[in-house]
């Protein structure tokens, strides 16, 4: 009989999608098929509302071994016979329902990614959002959250190296969680997550099954928060140590020529794994579901496939290296079942002692409706994106210090430290450059290369300018990137958007992926992986747009990094790039935390975002650099404070002012960088930035004590460290 309206409420399927599955299969679906519908349809799965969108961006680059989409992650050609994996993941609403193992499943979910393709993860980062910490709940949640992810990287002994966190109105009912995780391994090494060889085994390794994650990746990722209702069974619940025997056991394993395919139970558990894998693989595939161990009685076949218990892995043998197999698990003290065989006729098939409860093509189960909107531009945008200078006062002439300091103590600007002491983030003894700096720095063993990582996005200049604000994740990125020394190579990104069926978030997410391309195109940046999290609203209060970028680069002589603060006094300290004009205050924290507005679009050259880039790297190759900070949050004032703060030292200085002094302290302008050098270094730094065709400015000399700022700052830098470092 045909499904009720609670039933596909339950797995989030339409009434139109219940009709076109029931066209596709021409019968009625059983329950158990109803299920693996709703999971594989679902927009977590399925990417109905953003597949035909993230075609728009650029997949090829010289080093890409492994595009977006083809395996759970993307792989970069690093040299030297080694190549890297990295993707992000977003694990938002089961943070905001259950914090602590929200986000410290969705730390093993994004781990299980990497080794699962035989790569051995190295390195972790995040990006979080909450609503602001007055509010004793978004408290509550940011501790859970950061406690998850401590709690279950460390005892990965992965690094957790760094990420970035913000605080808006905006998230207090929609938490964000994204985690990124990176992995290395050899050339030639990789393992594909398919299914193919008819007769081959299919296996389930790990821990056994329960009903925790139920509906996870239809029900909780799918469907925005409209109301008051139970929903922690959806939450899964992590076992680390469980997890670090899986990464040993299956990186042993992928060093073999026992297996064709390895998949992670993710999201809707062992329904994704073995369909997707039998869909990359052109195969079949027949489980029987009383072969699954599980850790609860009486569990249906429904429930048997849609859980999300974690720590689990599909391992396909070849046949009659099954016991070879088993026997390696054995070793490492995991379970190893055989659930089912390989296939070739094309059908999915799930059998209950013998009986089948689904029956159903691979092809349709994986092949979910992609819908295309024409969204409009919302009217609230064209007055959002103006700022009528003349009513908002300049109040920087006479309040620069004040300012400064109420800047530097912001949530969104102030040091992190008491989030990410909690992580440990140089386990492995890669880790060169810590937390805090632009970007975080990982040599590569038994090579003079490192490697750079950072995550990066604006939410706010998103909400007021999508197109703009999908260019500008992509820019500051990359200019954190460069100020490492590093070579842009590749990105990963997490799409956090509100309900795509509605006019204004698609809007959003179009005109972010659209602003994201351009500004890899012009860079010659390929988008590798990365993941679209949609529905996030909660009694329709929607987030900001909130796209974030990870990105990694390479260095080649791991000698010549750089980090953000200035490390020798008598150095002279740099502005590379334009100042930037009065209007650098619009989308700006200063313009919200001063003036209480968020509205007035940012701009950027792309052109003069790429000649910065190339003179970062040149000077950093050089070795002409001792330190180098992007122009970000809180402009150039609070750049060079936490250079600053960071190095322990002091600025003496003054700088030209030609307009507003506010938009010249505390002015967003994009494609900016401050550096310090040694006076000897001078004239080859100047002569660089010409051929680079990038504006320098001389700002003045790293001191000591003292932030001075002629005529318009004079306080102790100890007094700017107190601030910063306790604004949280």
């Not at 195969?283 to 048997?304: A, C, F, L, N």
């Not at 159903?360 to 009528?388: C, H, M, S």
């Not at 500051?476 to 590749?490: D, V, Y």
């Not at 698609?506 to 994201?516: A, N, P, S």
Request: charged share 20%; proline share 4%.
């Amino acid at each position: 009989m045909p499904a009720s309206k609670e039933q596909l409420e339950e797995i989030a399927l339409s009434r139109k999608e219940y009709n076109l599955i029931v066209k596709l299969l021409g019968r009625e679906p059983t329950y158990v098929e109803l299920g693996l519908f709703g999971s594989l349809w679902s927009e977590h799965c399925g990417y109905k509302h953003s597949k035909a969108l993230l075609k728009m961006f650029p997949g090829m680059g010289k080093h890409v071994l492994v595009k977006a989409g083809e395996e759970n992650a993307g792989v970069i050609d690093i040299g030297d016979g080694q190549v890297i994996g990295f993707k992000m993941e977003s694990h938002n609403h089961p943070s905001y329902i259950e914090p602590y193992q929200g986000a410290a499943t969705g730390v093993g979910g994004i781990v299980r990614d990497i080794f699962t393709m035989g790569l051995r993860p190295i390195a972790l980062m995040n990006s979080l959002r909450f609503g602001p910490l007055s509010a004793p709940h978004n408290r509550y949640l940011m501790s859970g959250v950061v406690g998850g992810i401590a709690g279950y990287g460390n005892c990965l002994g992965i690094a957790d190296v760094g990420g970035e966190i913000y605080f808006d109105d905006c998230y207090s009912g929609n938490p964000l969680v994204n985690a990124f995780c990176l992995g290395i391994g050899k050339t030639g090494g990789l393992v594909k997550a398919c299914a193919y060889g008819e007769g081959n085994l299919v296996m389930l390794v790990g821990a056994d099954t329960g009903r925790d994650g139920m509906h996870g990746a239809s029900g909780l990722a799918s469907r925005t928060f409209e109301e008051e209702r139970e929903l922690r069974s959806a939450v899964q619940v992590g076992n680390p140590f469980m997890e670090k025997l899986l990464i040993e056991a299956c990186l042993e394993l992928a060093k073999t020529d026992w297996i064709v395919g390895m998949q992670d139970c993710g999201a809707a558990g062992l329904t994704s794994a073995t369909v997707e894998a039998a869909y990359k693989g052109r195969s079949g595939m027949d489980i029987e579901v009383q072969k699954v161990p599980r850790r609860e009685k009486g569990m249906t076949p429904y429930e048997v496939m849609l859980s999300e218990s974690q720590e689990r892995m599909i391992v396909i043998a070849r046949k009659g290296y099954e016991g070879k197999v088993k026997a390696l698990f054995d070793r490492w003290e995991l379970h190893s079942d055989i659930i089912g065989t390989v296939t070739s006729d094309g059908m999915f098939t799930i059998r209950d002692n013998g009986q089948v409860v689904a029956h159903a093509p691979v092809e349709i189960l994986n092949t979910p409706p992609v819908y295309r909107f024409r969204p409009k531009k919302p009217a609230w945008l064209d007055g959002l994106q103006k700022l009528d200078l003349s009513k908002i006062k300049d109040t920087a002439p006479r309040d620069a210090g004040s300012t400064l300091l109420k800047l530097l103590a912001a949530p969104n600007i102030c040091s992190k430290h008491k989030v990410y002491r909690q992580y440990d983030h140089q386990v492995g003894d890669n880790t060169v450059v810590l937390p805090g700096s632009d970007a975080a720095v990982l040599r590569i063993q038994e090579t003079t290369k490192a490697i750079s990582m950072v995550t990066d996005g604006n939410g706010r200049y998103c909400y007021v300018n999508p197109f703009i604000g999908g260019v500008i994740a992509v820019a500051e990125a990359a200019r954190n990137t460069a100020c490492s020394g590093a070579h842009p190579m590749a990105i990963t990104n997490c799409l956090n958007f509100g309900n795509p069926d509605k006019n204004d978030p698609y809007y959003q997410l179009r005109e972010c992926i659209k602003g994201m391309t351009y500004a890899c195109k012009k860079m010659k940046i390929p988008v590798i992986s990365g993941n679209v999290s949609l529905y996030n609203e909660t009694r329709g209060v929607a987030i900001f747009p909130t796209p974030v970028v990870g990105m990694v680069g390479l260095i080649k002589d791991v000698s010549r990094h750089c980090s953000s603060g200035f490390k020798r006094q008598g150095d002279v300290i740099m502005l590379l790039g334009d100042p930037g004009g009065d209007a650098s205050i619009g989308s700006s924290e200063y313009l919200e935390l001063v003036h209480g507005q968020v509205r007035g679009s940012q701009g950027i050259d792309m052109a003069a975002e790429k000649d910065l880039h190339a003179c970062l790297i040149k000077a950093a190759e050089k070795g002409l650099l001792s330190s180098a900070h992007d122009c970000s949050d809180g402009g150039l004032a609070v750049a060079l404070a936490e250079s600053c703060i960071l190095g322990n030292t002091g600025f003496k200085g003054e700088i030209n002012l030609k307009g507003r002094v506010d938009a010249a302290l505390f002015g967003e302008a994009q494609s900016r960088a401050v550096v310090s050098l040694n006076p000897g270094a001078v004239r080859k730094m100047e002569e660089l930035a010409h051929r680079c065709r990038v504006p320098v400015t001389r700002l003045g000399i790293v001191h000591s004590g003292r932030f001075a700022l002629k005529g318009l700052i004079d306080l102790p830098v100890s007094e700017l460290d107190q601030v910063w470092m306790n604004g949280l």
